[in-house]
T-cell receptor, first 117, second 112 residues
């Protein structure tokens, strides 16, 4: 099993460009998450999806959109990239279809390092 | 006051030392307490989790939760260079306004 995979690993964008970060999991997990990690800020939740076809906002959703059309895939879109979105983005997945209502171990991908110039 | 506070570090210790990593929190609704380990340029991986107060041991690692003081600790005995990583505490509230909150992480370096 590959676990959680993310593409691309690195990306450089210019301000105003758009792009989609891709996440895939092969563990048949129901919930998936997108986080960003910035120095001194820790991990912050952008969006999550407790089941295929449903998504909910996290702590820092502005400037992002998500799509969960297939159970195994969770896409994070940047509509118009800004330098403030320079960060490392992590996707995670967990088995239960209840993201927070009980203990639900999250498995993380290797991250995408995004720089917006 | 932030919900979860973690010493910013970094922390450097010699091989074989006992390491103590700590987090404090303000939300008394947190019920599950986790420690994640993150190697450089990798994603976090769960090291240990504890439900409510008490201790949990796994090899050289011991997680301790004191809910009365709102304080959690991770102890690493006989630290090894391979323990060099960033350690993040995380806490889960499964009730009303359920959420998972991470600490900022502390980077540990174990010198051979």
């Amino acid at each position: 099993n590959a676990g959680v995979t993310q593409t691309p690993k690195f990306q450089v964008l210019k301000t105003g460009q758009s792009m989609t970060l891709q996440c895939a999991q092969d563990m048949n997990h129901n919930s998936m998450y997108w986080y960003r990690q910035d120095p001194g800020m820790g991990l912050r939740l952008i969006y999550y999806s407790a089941s295929e076809g449903t998504t909910d906002k996290g702590e820092v959703p502005d400037g992002y959109n998500v799509s969960r059309l297939k159970k195994q895939n969770f896409l994070l879109g940047l509509e118009s990239a800004a330098p403030s979105q320079t960060s490392v983005y992590f996707c995670a997945s967990s088995y239960l279809d209840q993201a927070w209502s009980s203990y639900n171990e999250q498995f993380f991908g290797p991250g995408t390092r995004l720089t917006v110039l | 006051q932030k919900e979860v506070e973690q010493d910013p570090g970094p922390l450097s210790v010699p091989e074989g030392a006992i390491v103590s990593l700590n987090c404090t929190y303000s939300n008394s609704a947190f019920q599950y307490f986790m420690w994640y380990r993150q190697y450089s340029r990798k994603g976090p991986e769960l090291l240990m989790y504890t439900y409510s107060s008490g201790n949990k041991e796994d090899g050289r690692f011991t997680a301790q939760v004191d809910k009365s003081s709102k304080y959690i600790s991770l102890f690493i005995r006989d630290s090894q260079p391979s323990d060099s990583a960033t350690y993040l505490c995380a806490m889960l509230n499964t009730g009303a306004n359920s959420k998972l909150t991470f600490g900022k992480g502390i980077t540990l370096s174990v010198r051979p």
